[in-house]
């Protein structure tokens, strides 16, 4: 069993930066390939970012490329999303997850979901 907890959303304003981070629990979190996903009000939660097991491999959602960075810290257990340049239209609830095996962009192929972190962005 893995467990997720999500933290650093909050209110920014557009231009602005957060770094979004995800703590895991359990010992095979360097197993796990990871993604981040949003959720805004009224819409299908979509793909963020993913990245591998090892990190060197990562993809972009191409609403958020050149903008959002996903990192991971394996000592750390950890799974990070840098956002710069925010815009109010990334304003939606993220969330992080884990997967065995390679990461996806389908949110059904995750076994573990974080409960969430609210980012809002204003003009």
């Known amino acids: 069993q893995v467990q997720l907890v999500e933290s650093g959303g909050g209110l920014v304003q557009a231009g602005g930066s957060l770094r979004l981070s995800c703590a895991t629990s359990?010992?095979?979190?360097?197993?796990?390939?990871m993604g981040w996903f949003r959720q805004a009000p009224g819409k299908e939660r979509e793909f963020v970012a993913r990245?591998?097991?090892?990190?060197?491999?990562?993809y972009y959602a191409d609403s958020v490329k050149g903008r959002f960075t996903i990192s991971r810290d394996n000592a750390k257990n950890t799974v990070y999303l840098q956002m710069n340049s925010l815009k109010p239209e990334d304003t939606a609830v993220y969330y992080c997850?884990?997967?065995?095996?390679?990461?996806?962009?389908?949110?059904?192929?995750?076994?573990?979901w974080g409960q969430g972190t609210q980012v809002t962005v204003s003009s």
């Open positions: 359990g010992r095979t979190f360097s197993t796990y390939a």
């Open positions: 990245i591998s097991w090892s990190g060197y491999v990562t």
């Open positions: 997850a884990a997967k065995t095996g390679a990461s996806s962009e389908r949110p059904y192929e995750y076994d573990y």
